[in-house]
């Protein structure tokens, strides 16, 4: 009883916290300003967030609440700041086509994102954000677990895994390259997605930690499931894989001799890359 005492309370406090602000208030900025993919901006801190409001409305529940919340809050932060400075003034190519797309229909974008973008994000945040709330509002029962000290490693080798990839890409984006080149340097030559894999890692990682709790922790697996599916699934990097190896054949050959996710070896040896032409396609997220 004194979990859910704990427990309830801290979630309705980051469901109020979720549509007053991630849903109602950057909607209504989105209107003003054209620009509907600001969510993504904010996903990462706004998880973050859901976990500091929960701890403002249940404090007090130890050691693990605040190395989740320092956990967390780099994760969310960092994310927020890298998406920020790539897409802070210009509306997201893929929410751009949204756009055109419903607007050529005679019907209301702004209606339209609400439903399609924010309130769905809105609720996708509240189930992925539910390890972190977990964690640092259930009463501590003695020390952390080895599987908390587990998913803090794990935690930390996915952080350090995207913000890497995340770098590479970024360094690739702003230097020269030739139209149509395809990212196959650093850790993109032995992922094709080594930033969705450090993130699957940093979600389960938070999972684990909530899962040392007990029952109530591992309950919340359904977050880092349902973030794995928004990821793996089919509007996830199945469809951005589709996009791109339409428009540019360099890409199709990079899907057949690169890993999906894991970090692997490739199937064949290509030339080395000082006798090739640099072939990157940098992709929405990446």
Not at 80 to 107: C, M, S, T, V
Not at 235 to 240: E, M, Q, R, V
């Given at each position: 009883m004194s979990v859910w005492s704990h427990t309830l309370p801290a979630l309705l406090a980051s469901a109020g916290f979720i549509m007053a602000f991630f849903v109602i208030t950057l909607w209504l900025v989105s209107v003003a300003i054209k620009d509907s993919s600001i969510p993504d901006i904010f996903w990462g801190p706004g998880c973050a967030a859901c976990g500091w409001v929960a701890w403002l409305a249940v404090p007090g529940a130890g050691p693990r609440a605040t190395l989740m919340l320092v956990a967390a809050t780099l994760w969310g932060v960092r994310l927020?700041?890298?998406?920020?400075?790539?897409?802070?003034?210009?509306?997201?190519?893929?929410?751009?086509?949204?756009?055109?797309?419903?607007?050529?229909?005679?019907?209301s974008y702004a209606w339209h994102s609400l439903r399609a973008i924010f309130l769905f994000q809105g609720t996708a945040m509240f189930v992925c954000s539910l390890p972190i709330v977990i964690a640092v509002?259930?009463?501590?029962?003695?020390?952390?677990?080895?599987?908390?000290?587990?998913?803090f490693a794990l935690w930390l080798v996915g952080l350090v895994t995207e913000s890497l990839a995340d770098a590479q890409m970024d360094q690739f984006r702003n230097g020269p390259r030739q139209p149509?080149?395809?990212?196959?340097?650093?850790?993109?030559?032995?992922?094709?997605?080594?930033?969705?894999?450090?993130?699957?890692l940093v979600q389960w990682g938070l999972f684990l930690v909530a899962a040392d709790i007990g029952m109530i922790g591992l309950l919340t697996v359904i977050a880092p499931l349902l973030l794995s599916y928004m990821i793996i699934g089919p509007?996830?990097?199945?469809?951005?894989e589709r996009r791109l190896g339409k428009k540019n054949p360099d890409?199709?050959?990079?899907?057949?001799?690169?890993?999906?996710?894991i970090p692997w070896p490739r199937k064949r040896s290509l030339p080395p890359p000082e006798c090739r032409p640099i072939v990157v396609t940098a992709n929405d997220r990446e």
């Open positions: 927020g700041l890298y998406i920020g400075k790539r897409n802070w003034g210009a509306e997201d190519r893929r929410y751009a086509r949204l756009r055109k797309h419903i607007e050529e229909q005679g019907k509002t259930t009463p501590e029962h003695g020390t952390l677990g080895a599987v908390a000290y587990l998913g149509g080149a395809v990212m196959d340097r650093g850790l993109w030559r032995y992922s094709r997605h080594p930033n969705y894999f450090g993130e699957m509007l996830g990097a199945n469809l951005l890409y199709a050959a990079y899907i057949a001799t690169t890993s999906r996710f």
